[in-house]
């Protein structure tokens, strides 16, 4: 809000005025991470196999509901360390940068790159998310 003086009124503010206020996006996605608990709950479209780093595989059959808990996934201490605490510029890519930018990836336990969508699902995920997110 470059055109803002402090002691003067807020302007209207516009979606490119919000839109630069990365930090502020950073505070708000940590609020909602500490807070949100919803679940994702998905139909198994066809039967698969996943095999898992540690060897173990698990068989999904067509049909099957698979759930994926986002209060889990946000309190993981191999996603997101020190979970239980408020870390304001957690979502940021570097907090000390001029022009930061929102984290695309997230790293777990094993090094291994997660995609944001991954890491962070208060709103569920796929083409079924809430509608709610845009509010």
């Known amino acids: 809000l470059d055109h803002w003086e402090p002691g003067n009124p807020l302007p ?6 919000l839109e630069e ?14 807070s949100a608990s919803a679940m994702t709950v998905r139909k198994v479209l066809k039967s698969t196999t996943l095999r898992f780093t540690d060897g173990n595989t698990w068989t999904l059959r067509q049909g099957d509901m698979v759930v994926i808990p986002g209060a ?9 360390p020190n979970p239980e605490e408020f870390v304001w510029d957690r979502f940021l890519e570097d907090g ?7 984290k695309a990836t ?6 291994k790159k997660l995609s944001r969508n991954l890491a962070f699902i208060p709103f569920g995920g796929g083409v079924s998310m809430c509608p709610g997110r845009f509010f």
């Open 106 to 111: 997230f790293t777990n336990g094993e090094g």
């Open 96 to 102: 000390k940068s001029e022009t930061p930018r929102l």
């Open 12 to 17: 209207p503010l516009t979606k490119s005025d």
């Open 72 to 80: 889990y996934v946000h309190a993981n201490p191999d996603i997101h």
């Open 21 to 34: 206020q990365v930090r502020m996006e950073s505070c708000i996605q940590e609020a909602i991470r500490l």
